[in-house]
């Protein structure tokens, strides 16, 4: 699979006021980054747009998002599942 | 509620809406309310675009009617506020079918629940004269019925309103992550200017992730049976008065105090504490009995009360806070404040009554620095 880093840096970017002057902590929770209620919205359905992807019901719970490093790995996850 | 009569400082269009949306309670208010709409000075631009803001379209067209003034009114805006009041009654009674309807297939499979909100009130607050605006029906339903509901609804020809909404995916994820309501829920219909019925059901008298909450098992409990008007012997299930109560005033300090209703345009209006005002006017023996105080006490909501009964009474001139005997709570930090994000919280500076009057709602802007709350 291709590093995704970049592009989901970017995402996130895209939303999180407190991500764009700052590299991006991957263990920090993102409300800290200035993720809300309704950035959480724009955010996912942002990651959808950009990789192709589709977050299942299942998926759709705030474990899902809650640092960039567990976001990144589902929407890994994700990609791993569509590709096969 | 003795209450004094509002200042006029921010205009009669204003005062006017104040006064209806709190409820006229003696002739002293009923000739302010009429010598304000014959002013010389009436903008009715700023107080029909304000109604509607605040859903008191049709309040403010019945307020007219009775009051005969037919002729101090500009004869094209009387006609359309007549229409407008006729079109209410209409829905209303094309609602008060539906809502028995859902209902009647709710009680069939035993599921508990209650109807809440314009429903509710439609009846025992504003007197069945068709004034109460409502864009939706809702209903209150304990976590674990969610699927049974769903089913139910499913049956009944209801479908998520997100299969209508201009960007579906968007509200399909902001409704799974907030599973404190089921989707929201709509009905093609087919009768004269209304097209759809959309069914809110709630599942939380609060919201997901509250800090605090009010049990729905608990709430559900002993429900009062509220005869439906112009339907003989036909009645809905509704919350007794202490936890009708309860939940319209935890409604309306999540409207009011998390962010995001507020950057949606949906935050709070005046008829939201037109309701609550209504609530304690005719159920104040009720809810000053010490049980009201003992339930928020053992739930942890009297500060998030105390939160919307403070603005209330500086807005409205109410004295409710200390009626409730809720002194000691809602400090004014907390009453300053508003919630961006579970356990991030904003100071804002800006009074209620400011609060309610802006048309933009976007600038209600934090006046310090996020923090974390406690």
Redesign the interface.
């Known amino acids: 699979m291709d590093d995704i880093t970049t592009q989901f840096e970017e995402c996130l970017r895209r939303h999180l006021r407190s991500a764009k002057p700052n590299p991006i902590n991957y263990d920090v929770e993102l409300v800290q980054l200035g993720l809300d209620s309704m950035t959480a919205v724009a955010v996912l359905m942002d990651m959808e747009k950009t990789f192709g992807i589709r977050f299942p019901d299942d998926m759709l719970v705030e474990g899902t998002f809650r640092t960039a490093g567990r976001l990144k790995e589902a929407v890994q996850l994700l990609r791993e599942r569509q590709a096969s | 509620m003795t209450r004094s009569l509002p200042d006029q400082s921010l205009g009669p269009e204003w005062t006017i809406l104040e006064l209806l949306a709190r409820g006229i309670i003696d002739d002293s208010e009923v000739q302010m309310v009429r010598d304000l709409l014959t002013t010389d000075t009436m903008k009715w631009g700023e107080l029909l675009e304000q109604a509607l803001r605040h859903k008191m379209f049709p309040m403010l067209a019945h307020q007219i009617m009775s009051a005969s003034l037919r002729f101090d009114v500009p004869t094209n805006i009387y006609m359309h506020l007549e229409s407008a009041l006729e079109w209410n009654r209409w829905q209303i009674e094309v609602f008060r079918r539906e809502t028995v309807r859902v209902a009647q297939a709710l009680a069939d499979r035993g599921i508990p629940f209650v109807v809440t909100k314009g429903m509710a009130f439609e009846s025992t607050l504003y007197d069945s004269l068709g004034t109460r605006y409502m864009n939706d029906i809702d209903f209150m339903i304990t976590p674990r019925d969610r699927d049974k509901v769903m089913t139910v609804m499913q049956e009944l020809g209801f479908r998520p309103f997100f299969d209508w909404a201009k960007d579906a ?2 509200e399909e ?2 409704s ?3 599973p404190d309501h089921l989707p929201k829920l709509a009905r093609e219909i087919d009768q004269p200017g209304i097209r759809l019925i959309d069914i809110d059901i709630a599942n939380s008298l609060t919201w997901t ?1 509250s800090p605090f909450d009010v049990p729905v098992e608990e709430a559900l409990e002993n429900p009062v049976e509220q005869p439906i008007p112009g339907m003989s012997g036909v009645s809905i299930p509704c919350f007794r008065p202490i936890y009708q109560f309860l939940f319209t005033v935890l409604h309306l300090f999540r409207e009011a105090w ?3 209703f507020v ?2 345009g949906t935050d709070v209006g005046l008829m939201k504490f037109g309701d609550v005002i209504r609530l304690i006017d005719r159920n104040q023996n009720k809810l000053t009995d010490s049980e009201l105080l003992r339930i928020m006490q053992t739930h942890g909501v009297t500060d998030a009360v105390a939160w919307v009964l403070r603005h209330m009474d500086e807005t409205f001139h109410t004295h409710a806070v200390e009626l409730l005997a809720l002194e000691k709570h809602g400090n004014e930090k907390l009453l300053r404040s508003q919630m ?5 919280v904003n100071a804002w500076s800006e009074s209620m009554r400011g609060r309610l009057q802006s048309k933009s709602r976007g600038s209600v802007r934090p006046v310090a620095p996020a923090h974390r709350g406690s």
């Open positions: 995916r968007r994820i902001s799974r992550l907030n992730k998390l962010q995001k950057e949606s961006r994000s579970p356990g991030y």
